[in-house]
C-alpha cells in the first residue's frame, strides 16, 4: 500500500483532483461501450422480431 | 454456327432491402439479341452494369467466352461497348473531341473513323458545338456514334434508343443486325418495341422481391 | 511491349489534354481556387493584425495552410463532371490502365491548381512581408509539396464522388492527411528564412511525393470502382 | 482462388453464423477476464504502485492513459486490417468487424486525449500541450473521425464498407508518416521538454500493473468489439433463415 490512511488515497498528494477525475472518465468510456450496444442489442431483437411477425402476418 | 460469348450462373442481387434477382442464369451466344424485360425498378439496368463490370454488388460467377470473367477482365473490357442510361458525353466538349476521347481509352479503335461515325449519327453540321448545346437526342447520338466506330463482339444497350427519332431507330436496327452478321451479339432494354424482323430472345425479369416474402 | 507502352502514353497524354480543355472551358473552376487564396490571405491581417513584423513572422505557416485549403476546394470537382455525365463509367470499362488515367487527370488538375497557387504565393507573400530570403524555400516547397496534396485529395474526391453533400466530408477526410505536407512545407520556409540548408525538407517533400505518386493512383482507382458501383 | 493456403477457421469466421455463435460462447469469459484483470490493474495501480518521484502521485493515470492510447492505435490497425480482407475477400464479417471498431477506437482515443490533457495540468501547467504523442493521438482521432463519417454518409452498406476500407488503409499507410513528421516538428519548436510518459526503466512495481491494465484493456474492448459486432450481424443478416430462427426460438 502505498498510502498511509483512505484520505490520503483520495487526496493523491493533492493531485487528487486529475487522478480522480481520469478515471471517473474511463469508467464511464468502458460503461458506455459495455452498456450501449447491449442496450442496441435489445432495440435491434425487438425491431427485427416485429419486423417478422408483421410479415408473418401479411403472410 | 454460334458459340457462347457471355453467360452468368445464379446471379442474386438485393438491393434496399428487395431481392432484385435470385439464381438467375442466362446464355448469350454470338449472333443473338438479348432483349431484358421487366417493370421499372426489376433491375434491368442493375443486370446490365453487373454484365457490364461495373457493378459488383452481386453473388454469382461471370465468364466471358467460356473463362471466368476476372482472369479475362481485360480482354472483355476491349471487347465491349456500353451505353448506360447517362450518356457518357462530356458536356462542354464537341462531339469530336468527345470521341477522340473515346479512341485514347479503347486503343483497338481508329480515329480515321471518327468522321465516318459522325457522319452516320447524322450529326454532320455540329461537329464545333460543345455537347451542352445539343438536345438529349442529339447528345445520344453522340454516345451512339461509338458502336460505328467499333469492332467489339459484344454491345450492352441500356434504354438505346430513348430520345432517338423513327428513322434514327431504324437506322440502328440496320447497325444490329450488320454486327450480328459479324458475329457480333447485343444485349440491351427498351421500353420501345423493335421491329418483327429482328432476331429478339427476351428474358424477362420478374417482380423484385420484398424480403421475407418467401 | 513498346505498342502498349505508347498506348499508355497517348492514354496519358489524352487524358490530360482533355481536362486542360475542359478546366479552361469552365473558368470558374480554374479561378475560383486562386480567388480564395487571396482571400484567405487577406483575412489574417485584417482578422488578427497588420503589423508587418507579427505578419513577417506567419506568414509561412498561413502561406502553406491557405494553400492547402485552396487546393482542397478544388479538389471536389475533379471527378464531378465525369460522375455526373456518365464518363466516369466509359473510363472505368477501358481496358487500358486506370492508374494513368488517374496520374493524368490529378497531373492537369495540379497544373490548374497546386502550380498556380505556387506562381501566385510570392505576391501573396509580399503582402504578408515575408523576407524576400524565404521566397525561394516557399515556391519551392509549394512545387514540391502541392502535387502531393492533390494525389491525396484525388483519394477523398474519388470516395466522395458519389454523395450529394462530399463538400465537407472531403476536408474531414484528407485534411488529416495533410499534415505531414504542411509540416515540412512550412518548415522548409522557416528555415529559407533564417538561412538554414533546405536540402533535407526537399528530400522529405520528394519522399512524400514520391510515395504518394506510387500509392495514390491506385487507392484513387480503387475508390472510384466503389464510388461507380453503388 | 489462389487462397487455399489460409487455415479452415479463417473461412470459417467468414459465416456470419459461425461467428455470431463463438461470440456468444466467448462472451461470458471475456467478461469475467476482463473484468478482473481491469479491477486488478486498477486497485494495484491506484493503490499500491509507488509514486513517481518526479511527478508524484499524479503518474497513476498513466494506468489508464498508456492502455487506451495503445489500444486507440491497435484497433485502428485492426479496422484497416478487417477492411482489407473484406476488400479482398469480399468477405461481409470482416466489414461488420471494421465498422464495429471504428467508434469503440475513437472513444478510446477521446479517453487518451483527455486523460492525456488532465495528467498534462499537474505536470506541465497547462491543460494541453502540443506533445507530439497527443497530437499525433488527435491526428488519429481525427482519421477516426474521417472513417466513421465516411461510413455514416453512404447509405449502401457495402459501398459504406468498401469506401471506408480504403480510407482506413490510406491512413493506416499515413499514420507512421504523421507520427514521424509530428515528432519531428515538436522537437523543432520545443526542444526536449519533459515528457508524460517517456521514462527510463520504470521498475517493476510500476510496469506489471502497467501491463495487467493494457491485457484487460485489450480484454475488455474485445468484449465491447463482440458485442457491437453480434448487433450488427443480426441486423445485416436478418434475411437469413438462422436469424429468423433465433428470433423466433427466443420469444
Not at chain 3, 513498346?2 to 489524352?14: E, M
Not at chain 4, 521498475?203 to 475488455?220: Q, R, S
Amino acid at each position: 500500500m502505498a498510502f498511509e490512511s483512505f484520505a490520503d488515497f483520495l487526496n493523491m498528494g493533492g493531485h487528487g483532483l486529475y487522478v480522480w477525475l481520469c478515471y471517473g472518465l474511463g469508467l464511464l468510456i468502458v460503461v458506455a461501450n459495455l452498456l450501449l450496444p447491449m442496450q442496441q442489442s435489445k432495440q435491434v431483437i425487438r425491431e427485427l422480431r416485429r419486423r417478422l411477425r408483421r410479415e408473418e402476418g401479411s403472410a | 454456327m454460334s458459340t457462347e460469348l457471355l453467360s452468368a450462373r445464379s446471379l442474386f442481387c438485393e438491393r434496399d432491402d428487395r431481392i432484385l434477382f435470385e439464381g438467375l442464369d442466362l446464355t448469350l451466344n454470338t449472333g443473338e439479341i438479348l432483349q431484358i424485360e421487366g417493370r421499372n425498378g426489376s433491375g434491368k439496368t442493375t443486370l446490365l452494369r453487373i454484365l457490364s463490370g461495373l457493378s459488383s454488388h452481386f453473388e454469382g460467377e461471370l465468364y466471358w467466352q467460356g473463362e471466368v470473367m476476372g482472369e479475362v477482365q481485360e480482354a472483355y473490357l476491349a471487347d465491349l461497348v456500353y451505353i448506360g442510361h447517362l450518356p457518357g458525353v462530356s458536356g462542354q466538349l464537341t462531339a469530336e473531341e468527345n470521341l477522340r476521347w473515346h479512341c485514347a481509352l479503347h486503343p483497338s479503335l481508329d480515329i480515321e473513323k471518327i468522321d465516318y461515325a459522325i457522319g452516320q449519327v447524322g450529326l454532320r453540321g455540329f461537329e464545333d458545338l460543345p455537347a451542352y448545346q445539343l438536345s438529349a437526342g442529339q447528345k445520344r447520338r453522340i454516345a451512339l456514334a461509338r458502336l460505328y466506330m467499333s469492332e467489339a463482339k459484344l454491345w450492352i444497350l441500356d434504354e438505346p434508343f430513348t430520345a432517338i427519332d423513327k428513322v434514327g431507330v431504324a437506322a440502328k436496327e440496320a447497325l444490329m443486325l450488320k454486327h450480328l452478321s459479324c458475329g457480333g451479339s447485343v444485349i440491351l432494354t427498351t421500353h420501345q418495341d423493335m421491329s418483327d424482323h429482328m432476331p429478339v430472345r427476351t428474358l424477362s425479369l420478374g417482380e423484385p422481391q420484398e424480403i421475407g416474402d418467401e | 511491349m513498346s505498342n502498349q507502352q505508347t498506348s499508355f502514353a497517348k492514354l496519358f497524354v489524352h487524358t490530360f489534354k482533355r481536362d486542360l480543355v475542359l478546366a479552361f472551358r469552365r473558368k470558374s473552376e480554374l479561378v475560383n481556387p486562386l480567388i480564395f487564396f487571396l482571400i484567405v490571405v487577406t483575412l489574417f491581417p485584417i482578422g488578427v493584425s497588420p503589423e508587418p513584423q507579427f505578419l513577417a513572422e506567419l506568414a509561412p505557416g498561413l502561406l502553406w495552410v491557405a494553400a492547402l485549403l485552396s487546393t482542397l476546394l478544388s479538389m471536389e470537382s475533379l471527378f464531378k463532371a465525369d460522375f455526373d455525365d456518365g464518363s466516369l463509367e466509359q473510363l472505368l470499362l477501358s481496358p487500358q490502365p486506370l492508374f494513368m488515367v488517374v496520374l493524368a487527370k490529378v497531373s492537369a488538375h495540379w497544373l490548374m491548381s497546386g502550380l498556380a497557387l505556387t506562381l501566385v504565393a510570392p505576391v501573396l507573400a509580399v503582402m504578408l512581408f515575408l523576407p524576400a530570403e524565404g521566397m525561394p524555400g516557399l515556391m519551392l516547397s509549394l512545387l514540391l509539396g502541392t502535387p502531393t496534396l492533390s494525389l491525396i485529395g484525388a483519394i477523398g474526391a474519388a470516395l466522395t464522388v458519389g454523395l450529394r453533400r462530399g463538400g465537407v466530408l472531403i476536408s474531414l477526410l484528407v485534411l488529416p492527411l495533410y499534415i505531414p505536407v504542411l509540416i515540412f512545407g512550412s518548415s522548409a520556409v522557416q528555415a529559407a528564412i533564417t538561412g538554414l540548408p533546405l536540402g533535407g525538407y526537399f528530400a522529405l517533400l520528394g519522399a512524400l511525393l514520391a510515395l504518394a505518386l506510387a500509392l495514390a493512383p491506385l487507392a484513387t482507382g480503387a475508390a472510384l470502382r466503389i464510388s461507380v458501383s453503388g | 482462388m489462389a487462397v487455399k493456403w489460409l487455415p479452415r477457421w479463417f473461412f470459417q469466421l467468414a459465416s456470419p453464423r459461425w461467428c455470431y455463435q463463438i461470440t456468444g460462447m466467448l462472451i461470458p469469459w471475456f467478461a469475467v477476464v476482463s473484468i478482473t484483470l481491469v479491477v486488478l490493474g486498477t486497485i494495484w495501480g491506484l493503490a499500491f504502485a509507488p509514486a513517481d518521484y518526479q511527478q508524484g502521485n499524479s503518474f497513476r493515470i498513466i494506468y489508464l492513459h498508456v492502455p487506451a492510447a495503445i489500444l486507440a492505435q491497435s484497433f485502428y490497425m485492426l479496422m484497416a486490417l478487417a477492411g482489407a480482407i473484406g476488400l479482398i475477400w469480399k468477405m461481409k464479417v470482416a466489414d461488420m468487424v471494421a465498422k464495429s471498431v471504428a467508434p469503440i477506437g475513437a472513444s478510446l482515443a477521446v479517453l487518451a486525449l483527455l486523460t492525456g490533457a488532465i495528467w498534462g495540468k499537474p505536470t506541465w501547467g497547462s491543460w494541453w500541450v502540443w506533445d507530439a504523442r497527443l497530437t499525433s493521438m488527435l491526428v488519429l482521432l481525427f482519421l477516426y473521425l474521417g472513417v466513421i463519417a465516411l461510413n455514416s454518409a453512404i447509405e449502401s452498406e457495402t459501398t459504406a464498407g468498401q469506401a471506408t476500407a480504403v480510407l482506413s488503409l490510406v491512413g493506416l499507410v499515413n499514420i507512421p508518416i504523421i507520427k514521424y513528421s509530428v515528432e519531428w516538428w515538436n522537437t523543432l519548436h520545443q526542444p526536449a521538454s519533459f515528457k508524460l510518459t517517456e521514462k527510463p526503466a520504470m521498475p517493476p512495481e510500476m510496469w506489471v500493473p502497467l501491463l495487467v491494465m493494457v491485457i484487460g484493456f485489450y480484454t475488455l474492448f474485445g468484449l465491447a468489439l463482440m458485442l457491437r459486432l453480434r448487433n450488427e450481424i443480426l441486423q445485416r443478416e436478418r434475411r437469413a433463415s438462422w436469424v429468423r430462427d433465433l428470433l423466433s426460438v427466443k420469444a
